[in-house]
């Protein structure tokens, strides 16, 4: 698919998105049962129909294990974000903001602690896979802020906290209007000048990713309040099966078009279909 945000926004401006593929639009949509689903059952098109039954029930789609690593991992970067944003915008100048590198080091494994919990001193492959996250994406931010601090020598910390952490982690929104779940949350969110939802998969690619973001965006635009107009969407897979002391980290974007919204909501309307005469 595309490899760049560039790539994406050119192929929407030679291709772009229909007002009629916006939002839970009912004259694409029509009729359909009162049923909710959580986003991943919609996206997955792999998915075995009884999972589709154990998700209504509550029973979740994978091991306890798997779940609550995944989840780790994506807690990992909403509380890197969260701090780190919090660090800068509260320093006294620009000088003390030179200290966050130095400040992620030290609250690393107090951060880890306290996301894992229990699980702290029995899987030490995940406590691992979570320092190397961590370590990566401090790098990554520590050298975006020094960028900005570079070029925009007259910002102060909020400025400058408000442009580096940009992202909205973990973002809870209402996606009953997409007869999705009600308590939906989205990994990552960039709300500017060009909106992009983003979601992190520690598993292997699959051609049927781009769902995922395109339901984001659907469910998103179809709530008061926010935002009318998401255009890009982004997959970041995260490989933690290496030995190097980072895990591989590739984006993939996607401009989202009128066919990929069609292909979620025919997705989304032949599961609706299917679990109403199921259930």
Known sequence: MLESLEDAINRIDGMPISDGWRGANYRSFGPLPDVRLPLY???????????IL???????????R?????????????????KSKD??????????VFGLEQHLGT????????IMGEYYTAWDDVKSNLEKVWNYESHLLVSRLYFFLSHYPRWGPRSIADHVF??????????????LSEDSRIDLYRKNNVNVVIDVKTGNPEGYHYLTVVGYALALESCPGEVKKIDIGCILYVDLATRDPIPRMK??????????????????????NWYAKHQ
């Open 54 to 64: 154990d998700a209504m029930r509550g029973a979740g789609h994978a091991s306890e």
């Open 41 to 51: 059952v919609v996206a997955d098109r792999k998915i075995q129909k009884e999972k």
């Open 251 to 272: 984006c993939k974007f996607y401009p989202l078009l009128d066919s990929y919204r069609q292909d979620f909501v025919e997705e989304l309307k032949k599961k609706i």
């Open 87 to 96: 660090y800068v915008s509260v320093s006294r100048n620009r000088e003390d």
């Open 66 to 82: 798997a779940r609550k690593s995944g989840s780790f991992y994506h807690e990992i970067l909403a509380r890197l974000y969260e």
């Open 166 to 179: 940009c992202f909205k982690c973990e973002y809870q929104f209402d996606g009953s209007k997409l007869h």
């Open 107 to 114: 609250i690393r494994e107090q951060t880890i602690s306290s």
